[in-house]
């Protein structure tokens, strides 16, 4: 029995060992060149090459649907897919299993990818940051009041963002509130609030460091704000009353009792008719976006709400009412105003970065949507690149980049 059980545990231990090692393979990015140059050495490993799509050869009685990637070099491999058939003319970032073909006489009589994945561009699976606002400006605070603003931390890479610290200086006056979570996974975003207190007046300014993983990180924003002076207003009320008084005393001198109790009633002043009035949506002027003063009774509005992110606007909100259409409530973005007929469901961005007809807002009733219609800038929702006619939908707390405007819609 004894020797039984020490060769089973033998077997166990080098059966365990042997999947072990099985399962720590992992993904090689290699040159095309390299595996044109030897492609045995590459044999049944887990790759990742990057090149430009020149040919791409559907399926047929003989052979599964293949293309072919051209390296730096001007090296070529073909690549079998069964997925969607990529672009010519156009760089991607494949993954897949080298596969290689001897013949009889022992050499190699064929070489080639199987594609398990691949995506636009180079292989760059680096964590990417990306900040908006780049300037953080609260205007002016009185002193001992407090104002918060926020700013958008986006990771654009293909791997997790480490925010290794995040602190602010001048921290008598600034302060940070940090997100719950430090990590952040590709094409997410938080939201960090920056607090100002000013304890006199004055001006005031600080640096937000932020140190990542991402090799591009961004280092430092700027945080500016002003308290102005207190204003005596107790000398203006004295100065006030004195001029009343010398006035009522003109009057009582001037006319009779009658007249002077009958002219110094207050006047009746007229109630509103609030009954289909217009009422006004967006009080305050805008600097750089055009939107309607006023929306009638009648009027739906979108739902959600919308706050500008950068420039002179930043911190300021608005809602807008929509255009019923066939396929829901929509407002229409862009440069230039629309027709008379959708002025009223349309928010001007006067920005020579958005384009004439940027993007169309629907709402189906079952959600928010954006349909981007940018050719030169395109739109950017949750830092994804949108493509001309691309639509995607909006969640509460979407950032919506149109050029060098951004907005943040919330439910």
């Known amino acids: ?15 365990f060992a042997w999947t072990g090692l099985f399962a720590e393979k992992t993904v090689r990015k290699v040159a095309i060149e390299s595996i044109s140059n030897n492609p045995a050495l590459f044999q049944d490993e887990i790759v990742k090459v990057e090149g430009l799509v020149t040919q791409y050869i559907p ?15 001007g090296s070529f491999i073909r690549v079998n897919t069964t997925a969607t058939p990529p672009e010519t003319n156009q760089k991607y970032c494949v993954t897949g299993v080298a596969y290689v073909y001897f013949n009889d006489r022992g050499g190699i009589s064929k070489y080639f990818i199987s594609e398990q994945s691949r995506y636009e561009g180079v292989c760059n699976d680096v ?17 001992n009041k407090s104002s918060g603003m926020s700013f958008i931390i986006s990771n654009t890479g293909r791997a997790d963002l480490d925010l290794i610290g995040i602190s602010i200086s001048n921290n008598e006056n600034f302060e940070i509130i940090k997100p719950q979570s430090m990590v ?11 607090i100002f207190t000013p304890k006199v007046a004055g001006n005031y300014s600080g640096i937000i460091n932020i140190s990542s993983n991402a090799s591009n990180s961004p280092g430092q924003i700027q945080v500016i704000g002003a ?50 009035a ?8 805008y600097q750089t976006i055009a939107i309607p003063k006023t929306i009638h009774l009648t009027e739906k509005l979108f739902p959600g709400e919308f706050e500008i992110l950068t420039g002179l606007d930043a911190g300021k909100k608005f809602r807008i009412p929509g255009h019923q259409e066939s396929d ?35 709402y189906n009733g ?32 979407s950032t919506i980049k149109l050029g060098e405007v951004t907005l943040k819609y919330s439910l």
């Not at 059980?5 to 166990?12: L, M, R, T």
């Not at 952040?184 to 920056?194: A, D």
């Not at 009343?244 to 509103?272: C, D, G, H, T, Y």
């Not at 395109?378 to 994804?384: A, E, F, I, Q």
């Open 127 to 143: 964590p990417i940051i990306s900040v908006l606002p780049g300037t953080v400006d609260f205007g002016k605070i009185e002193a």
């Open 278 to 285: 217009s009422q006004p949506i967006n009080p305050g002027a």
């Open 59 to 73: 399926a047929n009685a003989s052979s599964t649907a293949y293309y072919l990637l051209k390296g730096d070099y």
């Open 366 to 397: 079952e959600g928010a949507e954006l349909l981007s219609l940018g050719k030169t800038n395109y739109s950017v929702v949750d830092g994804r690149e949108l493509k001309p006619q691309e639509k995607v939908k909006l969640s509460n707390g």
């Open 328 to 362: 829901g409530l929509v407002v229409t973005i862009g440069r230039e105003l629309p027709g008379k007929e959708m002025a009223q469901y349309h928010i001007q961005l006067k920005d020579n970065t958005v384009g004439r007809e940027q993007a169309r807002l629907i």
């Open 1 to 15: 029995m004894k020797p039984t059980i020490k060769i089973s545990a033998f077997v166990f231990v080098a059966v």
């Open 227 to 276: 308290s102005p002076e207190t204003t005596n207003w107790l000398v203006y009320i004295l100065i006030g009353a004195s001029v009343l008084l010398l006035a009522l005393l003109v009057i009582l001198f001037a006319n009779k009792k009658r007249e002077v109790v009958s002219q110094m009633q207050v006047p009746n002043i007229p109630k509103s008719n609030t009954s289909g």
């Open 184 to 194: 952040l996974e590709p094409g997410k975003s938080t939201e960090l609030k920056v």
